[in-house]
């Protein structure tokens, strides 16, 4: 089976602009997650999609948003981007509320 | 008000020297405890999936145990491509969200 993919792997974007990111989750997984790591603060959860729902949600500002589509593709969205914001973004999908399988992460850079 | 705490943030062997890393948690109605392992610029790796006190998982050179406010990932006769952060995490209740500690980066030299 093929891995969680995302992409873009790499963006640079400036303060104030906006960006999406997508995630395609593990044939057959429904549930897909998001996470931001950076060095300080290490992987923090974002939110939580399960069949177009979002089921939870982290601790972040409502410039944070995210969809799921009905093929559980999933896609997260920054608006006014702010220097904190770069971090390298996480999306896991897993079948059901257990193990969650990774992607390679897309590494944003707010300059 | 940490509730994964791992250590030590770093750990340096020579090869064939084991070890073992500490994943502590405070979480009410632990749900599982997962480890992964992360190399520079890639996502997290699935290791292994911990369910009850007194479990254990084995692979390859790693084992993972669980108790009622911790577990450990043990590490025999390490080799250089053992490199990395690993990461553990702990999901609660009926939360599906993983939270994380900050990790260990192991680095084991020939």
């Known amino acids: 089976k093929a891995g969680v993919t995302q992409t873009p792997r790499y963006l640079i974007k400036t303060r104030g602009q906006q960006v999406t990111l997508s995630c395609s989750p593990i044939s057959g997984h429904r549930s897909v997650s998001w996470y931001q790591q950076t060095p300080g603060q290490g992987l923090q959860f974002l939110f939580e999609?399960?069949?177009?729902?979002?089921?939870n949600k982290g601790n972040f500002p409502g410039r944070f948003s995210g969809r799921q589509f009905s093929n559980s593709r999933s896609e997260m969205n920054v608006s006014t981007l702010e220097l904190g914001d770069s971090a390298l973004y996480l999306c896991a999908s897993s079948s059901t509320m257990d193990t969650q399988y990774f992607g390679p992460g897309t590494r944003l850079t707010v300059l | 008000e940490d509730q994964v705490t791992q250590s030590p943030e770093a750990l340096r062997l020579q090869e064939g020297e084991s070890s073992s890393l500490n994943c502590s948690y405070t979480?009410?109605?632990?749900?599982?405890l997962f480890w992964y392992r992360q190399d520079p610029g890639k996502g997290p790796e699935f290791l292994f999936t911990?369910?009850?006190a007194g479990e254990e998982k084995e692979k390859e050179r790693l084992k993972a145990t669980l108790t009622k406010k911790e577990s450990f990932l043990h590490i025999t006769a390490p080799k250089p491509e053992d490199s990395a952060t690993y990461l553990c995490a702990v999901q609660e209740g009926s939360q599906g969200n993983l939270i994380f500690g900050k990790g260990t980066k192991l680095s084991v030299k020939p």
């Open positions: 979480v009410s109605g632990l749900r599982g």
């Open positions: 911990l369910y009850s």
């Open positions: 999609y399960f069949s177009e729902t979002q089921r």
